[in-house]
């Protein structure tokens, strides 16, 4: 086998290795993840406000799961990443539902104050153009 074709047989090997293998998140993006479902969830008017709740409470629990797992995960320390340094310098954005737990706040109200907002500013904005 001559080494061209010998380089070629390797190279496809390994793409179809590579492509067998299934796709793993870390701990951390699964989080940023269901995150963001809970925010998109909060923040939908296209829901009512009993399957918002519904909504909430599965994601909540979920995501609190998430959160205990990214703060044990070891192989998060030490390394020297945008999405991780902001992620621990940004804990009550982050940490969601711990951070709000600790503020004895909803979530909503955490996330809206955490981001300069008071429930009572949302609720007063009109929507248009400007």
């Known amino acids: ?8 047989v390797v190279a496809v090997a390994a793409l179809m290795t590579a492509s067998a293998l299934p796709a793993s998140a870390g701990t951390l993006e ?13 923040l939908s008017g296209d829901i ?8 909430l409470v599965v ?4 995501l609190a799961d998430l959160e205990r797992m990214v703060l044990r ?6 390394r020297d990443q945008p999405a991780i340094r902001n992620a621990f310098e940004n804990y009550d954005l982050t940490f969601i539902v711990h951070a709000s737990s600790e503020h004895n706040r909803a979530i909503a109200d955490h996330w809206l104050s955490e981001l300069g907002l008071s429930t009572q500013a ?5 929507s248009g153009r400007r």
């Open 1 to 8: 086998m001559s080494k061209n074709r010998f380089a070629r």
């Open 48 to 55: 009512s406000v009993e399957e918002r709740q519904r909504n």
């Open 30 to 42: 699964n989080m940023e993840r269901e995150r963001a479902i809970m925010l998109e969830a909060l």
């Open 73 to 78: 995960d070891d192989t998060l320390i030490g």
């Open 59 to 62: 994601v909540k629990a979920r």
């Open 122 to 126: 949302v609720m007063g904005a009109r």
